[in-house]
Nanobody
């Protein structure tokens, strides 16, 4: 059974930083591309960042490029999202999600990130 457990969210002031983690189990983490997605209040899911399984190449939504960094530690089965220069519009529930070769993306329960003064 795929399990994804996000952590590291919280309340931070604009301009602040947070580092999210996603602990994965129940599947061979190292062979899956992984993504971070988010859902702001009253809005749909938004893809934020992704990282390939082999090359570790990272991809970002324009809205977070230059501020967020996605990484992974395959030895620890853990995905990370370092978020810097946070803005109020980054407020959302953040989820990690399986990518290729998943036929149906799996998501964890999410972690709340609130950016407010």
């Amino acid at each position: 059974e795929v399990q994804l457990v996000e952590s590291g969210g919280g309340l931070v002031q604009p301009g602040g930083s947070l580092n999210l983690s996603c602990a994965a189990s129940g599947f061979t983490f190292s062979v899956y591309d992984m993504n971070w997605v988010r859902q702001a209040p009253g809005k749909g899911l938004e893809w934020v960042a992704g990282i390939k399984s082999g090359s570790l190449r990272a991809y970002y939504a324009d809205s977070v490029k230059g501020r967020f960094t996605v990484s992974r530690d395959n030895a620890k089965n853990t995905l990370y999202l370092q978020m810097n220069s946070l803005k109020t519009e980054d407020t959302a529930v953040y989820y990690c999600s399986t990518g290729y070769p998943s036929s149906t993306p799996e998501r964890g329960q999410g972690t709340q990130v609130t950016v407010s003064s």
